[in-house]
């Protein structure tokens, strides 16, 4: 590690932001997470292996679809000349990350709501895996909004996290690779259907992955919260609903963001995480802000570090 490479490191993960808000993503076969995507429908299918070593294959294609998918990047941030490197390596970054698309794809959902619950029903379908025929305007809206408030560690704070502590080896593009090669399988066979045992390993790998990063981005929600005076529902909510979802890492995001903003987000009979003292449609536009918010305040303190860590090494000569 040199302070150069954590020079380069703050200053890649902005220029990664900007060009997320400029380009989003663009709808194409090659993008490399629709071709990780169509690698791991490949091997993802139960029915192509015996039940008793479903569970082996699983582990063993995670590991080769991290491998796969970070050698790229590992290539990439290894030998590309700093200033190739300092054009080049935003764009892969951005490749890790989803900021301006998962906007989008809420705005959508609230923009379809006003041609009707069937058309929100329809384009909810693209968030979430829920059975949606059944859902009401309010709750096609909390489908839309705790999609998004998963996602802010997710497809936000996680990738991010793992490029700024892998920036460390110099190895910062690999580690947003890896992470978004291990979530996109967790989205992809992380469920208690026929493909449970296959995906086993996928899922138990992002809950450990997203661990950390889940408690930092409620943190900075809170931090957030502060500044909005509603920091202490947001803690109670936090406290009291932060393990009625199933799995250790959501839940408390977004306990955090339904108590902060007042809102409450439903799952039918599943779970109900907040207070409900507004709608979603009245809330709404307080979560998108609230994850503003922590984007660019989480990017700017990783990148602030980076290059004060860079600026300690030099003056210590570490």
Known sequence: MVPTDLILAGAVLFLALAVDRLIGDPHSAYHPVALLGRFIGWW???????????RAAGMFFWLVTVCIFGLPFFLFGTYAPWLVFLIGAPFLLKCCFAWRSLEEHVLGVVAALENGV????????????????????????SAAYES???????SIVSPLFYFALLSLFSLGLV?????????TMDAMLGYRDERARLGW????????????????????????????????????????DGKKRPGFNGGIVMAAMAGGCGICFDKPGVYTIG????????GGPAILSAV???????AAITAATLILLAWLIHSTGI
């Open 148 to 154: 998004m408030t998963e996602n802010l560690t997710d």
């Open 275 to 282: 207070n409900g003292e507004r709608s979603l449609e009245a």
């Open 118 to 141: 069937e058309a929100g029903r329809e384009r909810v379908k693209l968030m979430v895996s829920r059975e949606t025929a059944q859902l009401d305007a309010e709750h096609i809206r």
């Open 44 to 54: 993802g299918q139960p029915s192509r292996y015996s039940p008793r070593v479903q």
């Open 201 to 240: 390993c996928s899922a138990r790998m992002d809950d450990l992955l997203n661990y950390i990063p889940a408690r930092v981005t409620t943190l900075f929600l809170l931090a957030y919260f502060v500044t909005q005076g509603t920091f202490s529902s947001a803690w109670q909510v936090m406290r009291r």
């Open 292 to 298: 503003r918010a922590v984007t660019l305040s989480f």
């Open 175 to 183: 580690g947003a690779a890896v992470f978004r090669a291990a979530n």
